[in-house]
């Protein structure tokens, strides 16, 4: 219905006779120009596209004609004229509509290609207040919002991609369109307008310190639908905010099937951890479900991989591999025994690529750099009727200042064995604990009720990785643990001494700490204070 209260039903067939065109990304315009000049549209166009269609030799008359008025203000006001948004927004079957634009002489305008100034690419690459603030375009905006609201006569393109289609209608229904197509069309013009104005809210939110605006928005790009979600009776897509950190976002398949939605969770989580460790030392991180099976660091990174799968190479089959640094041949040859889903690296070598392509399923992505793991940001999770925000979770052990508790202090090397698991329990679904030693997870305990569980289950885990290694004690014996919140008992730390801990590193805060103080000066363990916790849900 174009007019329910006039009852005036929206035409199904609608002839393009009058186009207006006004884009910032040129792409395939002249060629839908000429296409739109030979079934004789007149062509209506402003600045650089009215100048790139001239140039193509095709007939076009510059918005400044038909408005009487020209451009001013450097191109700020130029489509913002009746004359534009009668013809955008006039109801062709209601005569008192006809009637004002005969007395204005407003002609009809039939189909409007815009898309808009390049705030989000600015934005990302950083540009200084005053370059960001004057890609904030509006005229596009309001011309897009018109036509999609008209679409009952008007069809409105705001992507490149639907040129084809487009071209394919009119060739297809004598130079009209169907009212499905500009129904699906004027869809997808308000998704984008309104995933231009979140990124503009988001941007002066932040660069004003707003830390909870009163309408927060959070849009995105499709960036591939995907066969299912998390389960197979569930649908899904994958949507990109345009945020220019190195990950499963940016990342380049080198070879493989699409990701699926579980890939895309998991490596992002597998990234996101290993980034924690810079590139001087390799890294690997190994991940199952969110959840790291196995972390570690080493003198080269094939040294790194085998430490991070002996810590559970049973969970390790049909995980996510995250290295941080370029992946080589020696590490991708170690890597292809095992059954993996996707390998991710800032990088990979010739020589690498082609071991990896003995094995067609696996995906192979190159990040092209590692996410900064104090860089500020948002993340986000639905719950049923809002939206939980929230700032990155860019605390770093490193920055931290750490307290000793305990009579005894812990050596050099359990204090680098606490930092190493505090990062990594980071990364671990609450409640986390982590045991690590000489720069190698030990045993993981993740997502449990009880923080007493997760330290057992770590230690289980512990054990079973000692048969499989040939040990004669786990490797739990003389390490440090993580616990990524505090210890609200004794129990918790108790379970950890008897699985051979002799260093605890925790947030501390509970009401009873000294309790739990007590029981490491007791068994003469060493127990440090971060300040910072990470529940990760």
Request: hydrophobic fraction near 45%; charged fraction near 25%.
């Amino acid at each position: 219905m174009a007019v329910i209260s006039k009852k005036i039903p929206a035409p199904n067939k609608v002839e393009i006779k009058t186009a207006l065109l006004s884009v910032f990304d040129k792409t395939g315009i002249v060629e839908l120009a000429q296409a739109l000049s030979a079934r004789g549209v007149r062509l209506l166009s402003t600045g650089g596209t009215f100048k790139a269609i001239a140039a193509a030799g095709l007939a076009v008359t510059d918005v400044s004609e038909i408005t009487g008025f020209p451009e001013i203000m450097d191109g700020r006001v130029k489509t913002l004229h009746p004359t534009v948004h009668g013809g955008l927004l006039a109801i062709r079957d209601d005569s008192e509509h006809q009637e004002a634009m005969k007395k204005h002489g407003i002609e009809g305008i039939d189909l409007a290609v815009i898309n808009l100034y390049p705030f989000e690419e600015v934005r990302a690459a950083g540009g200084d207040y005053p370059t960001t603030v004057e890609n904030i375009d509006i005229g596009g905006p309001a011309m897009i919002r018109a036509s999609a609201k008209n679409h009952a006569y008007v069809t409105i393109l705001t992507d490149p991609n639907d040129y084809t289609e487009f071209k394919e209608q009119l060739s297809a229904d004598e130079g009209k369109t169907a009212y499905a197509f500009r129904q699906r069309m004027a869809a997808k013009a308000y998704a984008r307008t309104a995933a231009y104005d979140a990124v503009i809210s988001n941007w002066f939110a932040e660069v004003l310190s707003i830390d909870t605006p009163r309408h927060r928005v959070i849009g995105g790009a499709l960036k591939e639908e995907m066969r299912y979600g998390e389960n197979p009776h569930q649908k899904a897509a994958f949507y990109v905010t345009g945020e220019k950190r190195p990950g499963v976002s940016t990342a380049a398949l080198l070879q493989g099937k699409q990701l699926s939605y579980n890939n895309i969770n998991d490596t992002d989580a597998a990234y996101e951890l290993v980034a924690e460790f810079l590139p001087e030392k390799a890294a690997c991180a190994i991940i199952k479900h969110a959840n790291p099976c196995g972390v570690a660091t080493g003198s080269s990174l094939v040294e790194a991989y085998r430490r991070a799968l002996a810590c559970d190479s049973v969970s390790a089959f049909g995980g996510i591999i995250a290295l941080n640094r370029t992946l080589d041949a020696e590490t991708a040859e170690e890597i292809v025994k095992l059954f993996t889903e996707v390998i991710i690296a800032p990088d990979v070598t010739e020589e690498a690529k082609a071991i990896v392509a003995r094995k067609p399923n696996l995906r192979l992505l190159s990040a092209g750099g590692l996410p900064d793991p104090r860089a500020a940001g948002l993340t986000a999770k639905t719950v049923s009727g809002g939206l939980l925000v929230q700032s990155r979770d860019n605390g770093m052990v490193e920055d931290l200042e750490l307290k000793v508790v305990t009579r005894r202090a812990p050596t050099a090397q359990e204090l680098e064995d606490m930092k190493f698991a505090f990062k990594v329990g980071k990364h671990v679904k609450s409640n986390a604990v982590v045991y690590a030693k000489d720069g190698q997870t030990a045993g993981i305990g993740a997502g449990q009720m009880s923080r007493v569980d997760s330290a057992r289950i770590a230690a289980l885990k512990a054990e079973e990785a000692a048969k499989a290694l040939g040990l004669a004690v786990p490797m739990t014996h003389g390490s440090a643990v993580a616990s990524e919140a505090f210890l609200p008992f004794a129990d918790g730390l108790l379970s950890m001494i008897a699985a051979g801990a002799t260093a605890v590193i925790q947030p501390g805060g509970s009401m009873r700490d000294q309790e739990v103080i007590d029981a490491a000066n007791e068994h003469g363990i060493a127990m440090v204070f971060t300040g910072m916790r990470h529940f990760r849900h």
